[in-house]
């Protein structure tokens, strides 16, 4: 166990702000907002690293420097001992979060948010606007 923690710490780090495209490259974004997508969290990153089958590390109590209220951060082994990669189509830091980036936006648990969250702001509004007629 020791020997697996010692070696985590030379693993790629990867934080949820550096794939945002809510955030600015001042605050932290990585690559282009067209390609990022919007608030990821560490599980959904982890989730998606092991769709790529590489492993992965989340590490809660960390912070991002330069927004220390955003916690946690994923770390990512991108290499084997041996040098080869872990995933052929992902050799780099960049290609991960691409990757990651693209993947995010169709995770199971985002695109089941997203479904009663519309349904409820549409009928929302509708009912209760209804419930005030009535009472007068």
Known sequence: MDGEISSIKKWIVLYPIYINSKKTIAE????STSKACENPTCAEIGDC???LKI???I???????RDFMQRGR???L????????????ISSRKQLMLS???LVPRHPGRTKKQEPAASTSGAGPAKSGKGGKKKR
């Open 78 to 89: 991108l290499k084997k001992d041996d040098g080869t990669l872990f995933n052929p189509a």
């Open 59 to 65: 590490e809660i109590d960390k912070a991002y420097p």
């Open 74 to 76: 994923v770390r990512v």
């Open 55 to 57: 492993p992965y590390a």
């Open 49 to 51: 690293c092991t769709h």
């Open 100 to 102: 990651v980036a693209e």
């Open 28 to 31: 932290g974004r990585r690559i």
